[in-house]
Every structure is written in structure tokens, then in C-alpha cells.
């Protein structure tokens, strides 16, 4: 099975600033198959990225994702208040989903 | 407008069986680009996968929970079940079910596939 490590586990930082998070594989996974989710406190997750590098309907174009192989990056390039949040990457191989742990990003 | 809701007992007794019906609405479950997974989330914690239910009845279930966990499907009813034996103090978190869709990047002519559309999830607490 997969396993994934997201880092860092919690990024603080301001509004408008650009946030970095990294999701990294156990072994190599297809970028078809790499997702990222944000999930809010009491909220179900919600799509953002699917195929490693597009965007869900309705997302905004500050969030962007990229990466192959084992590494695989979740950029948003200006934090809107709205962006604070936990964001999960996920994979599919082998007919087995699995997560990562989660990136907590909160207000600095 | 697709919609998925999940719904079952909030309180469970060790040693239980839990039994959760995901209601889905918006498409059909035979529709062959369509499963639908059922994921959960301790207090606190992380999202975890447990198994997965495909248009033709195809189905996979997480490691460490395939000796407990089934699923299945009733498409004329647009439900998908899970059922989870021996219920433990462990097992008590949110579930929730998300639509699985697959489908060709015409620009890699791979499959893509993702949970795009997820419930609103139900509480789980498992006590005696």
C-alpha cells in the first residue's frame, strides 16, 4: 500500500501570502490518479485538484497543483481568508485509495 | 444537481454491527464512468479510506478493515450500503461517502479519477 506524507504538518501564514504544500509518495504514483482536497472544520473535504495539476470546477486559479513520480506540490499563490483550512492529497493504485495525513494551513 | 447522503444509528454499542445507507441523487449508480467510496474521519484526525463500490459491482475494501467491512449496492434505489462488523471504540468518527468518477484526458489518453461530489457525513460513536 501507498503511503503518503504531506509536509509541513501546519503552515502559518498571513493573508496574502503564498503557501507551499508538499505531498510525497512511498512509491511511484500516476499523476492521473493524484487528487487534493480541503476540508474546513465541520465541513465534508471538497475537490480542488484532480490529475496532479487540474483544477475542480469552480476553483480559483490561485490554487494550482504539479509533480510526478513520488513528489507532488499543492501551490496557493495568495492566501485569501477563506484558503485557511487542512488539505489532503490523495492517491489511487491498485484499487486502493489512500490518503495523506493533512496539511494544517492556519492565520499567522 | 448531484447530491450524496449518508445516513445510519449515531450511537453504537461494542461488538456491534453498523450499517450506513449512502442515498445518492443526481446520477445513477449503473452509470459505468461511477462508483461511489465510503471514507470516515476520527475526532481530530486524518481522512481514511475503507472501500469502494463500482456501476458493475466491482468492489474494494481497505486492508485492514477487509475482514469486517462490506459493501453494496441497490442501483434502483440509488443506495450504496456499508455494513462494518465487530464495532469498537476505534471505529467512532464521521463517515462519509463521495462519488468516484473516472475519466479520459483526451490530452494524455489516460483515466483520471477522483471523489468529486461528497455527503454532508454522519457521526459515529461507538459506547456502551
Known amino acids: 500500500e501507498i503511503v503518503l506524507t504531506q509536509s509541513p504538518g501546519t503552515l502559518s501564514l498571513s493573508p496574502g501570502e503564498g503557501a507551499t504544500l508538499s505531498c510525497r509518495a512511498s512509491?511511484?504514483?500516476?499523476?492521473?490518479?493524484l487528487a487534493w482536497y480541503q476540508q474546513k472544520p465541520g465541513q465534508a473535504p471538497r475537490l480542488l485538484i484532480y490529475?496532479?495539476?487540474s483544477r475542480a470546477t469552480g476553483i480559483p486559479d490561485r490554487f494550482s497543483g504539479s509533480g510526478s513520480g513520488t513528489d507532488f506540490t499543492l501551490t496557493i499563490s495568495r492566501l485569501e481568508p477563506e484558503d485557511f483550512a487542512v488539505y489532503y492529497c490523495q492517491q489511487y493504485g491498485n484499487s486502493v485509495w489512500t490518503f495523506g495525513q493533512g496539511t494544517k494551513v492556519e492565520i499567522k | 444537481q448531484v447530491t450524496l447522503k449518508e445516513s445510519g444509528p449515531v450511537l453504537v454499542k461494542p461488538t456491534e454491527t453498523l450499517t450506513l445507507t449512502c442515498t445518492v441523487s443526481g446520477f445513477s449508480l449503473s452509470n459505468a464512468e461511477m462508483g461511489v467510496s465510503w471514507i470516515r474521519q476520527p475526532p481530530g484526525k486524518a481522512l481514511e479510506w475503507l472501500g469502494h463500490i463500482f456501476s458493475n459491482d466491482k468492489k474494494s475494501y481497505s486492508t485492514s478493515l477487509n475482514s469486517r467491512l462490506s459493501i453494496s449496492k441497490d442501483t434502483s434505489k440509488g443506495q450504496v450500503v456499508l455494513t462494518l462488523t465487530n464495532m469498537g471504540p476505534v471505529d467512532t468518527g464521521t463517515y462519509y461517502c463521495a462519488r468516484i468518477v473516472t475519466s479520459l484526458d483526451v490530452s494524455t489518453a489516460y483515466f483520471l479519477s477522483y471523489f468529486d461530489y461528497w455527503g454532508q457525513g454522519t457521526l459515529v460513536t461507538v459506547s456502551s
Open positions: 490529475g496532479a495539476s
Open positions: 512509491h511511484i504514483v500516476s499523476a492521473s490518479y
